[in-house]
């Protein structure tokens, strides 16, 4: 059986925690920043943990994770 493959993208955007869950970044800063609040900005800046209903799906594009 052939080997199965890291989807790159997924590699980029995510990274596993010690106890094997899953961060994310936050989206909506990146452009359109002048007219938001400086504690909104403050608080997307972090990172957060994937949803329990999404973790399934992201761990079987990254097959061969290992911890950072």
């Known amino acids: 059986m052939p080997k199965q493959k890291t ?7 995510f990274r596993k925690t010690g106890g094997g869950k899953l961060v994310r970044g936050h989206a909506k800063l990146r452009h359109l920043l002048t ?3 400086r504690k909104r900005k403050r ?4 990172t ?8 399934t799906q992201t761990k079987r594009l990254l097959p061969y994770w ?3």
């Open 48 to 55: 957060t943990l994937v949803s329990d209903a999404d973790q």
């Open 66 to 68: 290992r911890k950072m």
């Open 43 to 46: 608080h997307l800046s972090g």
């Open 7 to 13: 989807h790159k993208g997924a590699a980029k955007r």
């Open 35 to 37: 007219w938001k609040p």
